[in-house]
Nanobody, 126 residues
Framework: QVQLVESGGGLVQAGGSLRLSCAASGRTFSTYVMGWFRQAPGKEREFVVAISRSGASRNYADSVKGRFTISRDNAKNTVYLQMNSLKPEDTAVYYC???????????????????WGQGTQVTVSS
């Protein structure tokens, strides 16, 4: 399994930006589809975005499309989530995840990913 550590969360005003990072160790990073999920208080964990092994394909939830951008650097074993135009409803704990599943354009579910980071808090104030 791969070990994942997120960083970059924090408090930001609405309309602001944050960049999350997820550093991976263990098995070969480039063999994993990587994803970001989030969980707000009292809500279920929801899919945010996934990126294919090469980084050529990305799959965004409608709620973040046009505002968030996922990227990966396989040489650095790191995946990033650039979040712009943040809204209070983006407030959540954000989790990085790695999966040995086939990439597709469908929304992913938590069960598609076997390895998870500990999460990083993102709070957007109005």
């Amino acid at each position: 399994q791969v070990q994942l550590v997120e960083s970059g969360g924090g408090l930001v005003q609405a309309g602001g930006s944050l960049r999350l990072s997820c550093a991976a160790s263990g098995r070969t990073f480039s063999t994993y589809v990587m994803g970001w999920f989030r969980q707000a208080p009292g809500k279920e964990r929801e899919f945010v975005v996934a990126i294919s092994r090469s980084g050529a394909s990305r799959n965004y939830a409608d709620s973040v499309k046009g505002r968030f951008t996922i990227s990966r650097d396989n040489a650095k074993n790191t995946v990033y989530l650039q979040m712009n135009s943040l809204k209070p409803e983006d407030t959540a704990v954000y989790y990085c995840a790695a999966g040995s599943i086939g990439y597709s354009s469908r929304p992913f579910s938590s069960g598609d990913f076997a390895s998870w980071g500990q999460g990083t808090q993102v709070t957007v104030s109005s």
